[in-house]
């Protein structure tokens, strides 16, 4: 019993601190798990299983690599160069069809593991040890924008989400100020365009920005308002009047991706100046990476690779890396394979060796995966007297890093290099086996969309265990 009139001590600034301290990191950790930049919207488990790799740099190698003058040697061509060939051949994309046609470039073995790598790639050659070079993929398409479109988004239709924003989907981004992400535009689109990058029906947030290697890779990245507070009010007041909308109609895709696209680009724009600023790059490095090459494309390249090492760096999940221009129609070597993949692999070695030893010496290749690949091979028979058509029948890529295997060759092809013969390896499992060295089941990463639940696998893909360490 009291009279009524009894108070409460207030309690002091300390008692205070004392008693609620240890409620503060749970307030925190609320903030954090509603930022997409932690998970927000993606799996509620951040993986599946443990992940081996936490970014993926993609090296995309438009309009398609010879497997036979790059990673899958063939002393049968060099017998037969000039003859008419002599096994079955398959449907071109053109009908000028010549002789054998055997490799411009000698084959060496390089590492422990005496991987043959040609005379095009000697920079890439000195981590054949670090390497799984699969030589037995196949794709469904021989046509370059349904093919682009079958490796970037599982299905050779126009539309669908591309494997980076699966990836962005279904993990989150680890950076709160940079997309996860991110496409740097050497010089060339994909035939196909901007749909190899595009989210197609998942929430538009997850589709790529697209950068330049320059010093200013994105459009209007320096603020037109004179003070930030300025700014900022213009952004709170687009949200408000965004979210209006949104309290008015429920979901609404486009009108959520904007709201956060708004705070990414305020943030970008304190990010990226830092991003781009090499300053604090050494000089040895800089050499390296080609940045000081007399061929242009190289340097052009070099910063490309640059740059997505700083991406990852800064927590950027997805980084894809398109090719500059060289004089020639991309990697298409229908005239002249020589000069074609000469001028290419110029552009593209030194910078991706580069890379390659960068990511080993900073300790980041074990959670970096790097991929290098286009859309299909080329044939071991001539296109005219020099050229190489498509062919989507076997055809070599790699990988390095992120939990694959290093120095080891997966699949073979025939005595030609024409046809996969032996394991295999399908469009769909090089997804599924990303995903896996990523954490997540290819099967499990789904969202529904017309009244079905899709994935990056469709119903296909099974994970290729014999790459992964």
Partial sequence: ???????????????????????????????????????????????????????????????????????????????????????????????????????????????????WVSDLFPNIAQHADRMTVIRSMIAQFSEHQTANFFLHTGTGMQGRPSMGAWINYGLGSQSRNLPGFVVVNGGLIPSGGLDNFGTGFLPAAYQASIFKPSDKPLANISPRETHPQLQRAKIELMRQLDQGVLDRMGHVDQLESAIENYETAFRMQAAVPDLVDLSDETANTMKMYGLEHPNEPTQIFGRECLLARRLVERGVRFVELTCPHTGNDRWDAHSDVAKNHGDNALAVDKPIGALLTDLHQRGMLDETLVIFSGEFGRTPFAQGSVGRDHSPFGFSLWLCGGGVKGGYVHGTTDEFGYHAIEKRTEMYDLHATILHLLGVDHTRLTYRFSGRDMRLTDVHGKLVSEIVA
């Fill in 1 to 115: 019993m009291h009279c009524g009139r009894f108070q409460s001590v207030p309690l002091s600034r300390r008692e205070m601190l004392a008693k609620c301290g240890g409620g503060f990191g749970g307030v925190a950790l609320t903030a954090l798990l509603d930022d997409p930049a932690y998970g927000a919207r993606a799996s509620s488990s951040p993986t599946h299983y443990p992940a081996r790799a936490r970014s993926v740099i993609f090296l995309y190698m438009d309009g398609g690599v010879s497997q036979v003058d790059s990673f899958d040697p063939k002393p049968l061509l060099d017998r037969e160069h000039g003859k008419p060939f002599a096994a079955k051949m398959e449907p071109t994309q053109f009908n000028s069809i010549g002789t054998t046609l055997k490799s411009p470039w000698k084959f060496r073995q390089y590492g422990e593991s005496d991987i």
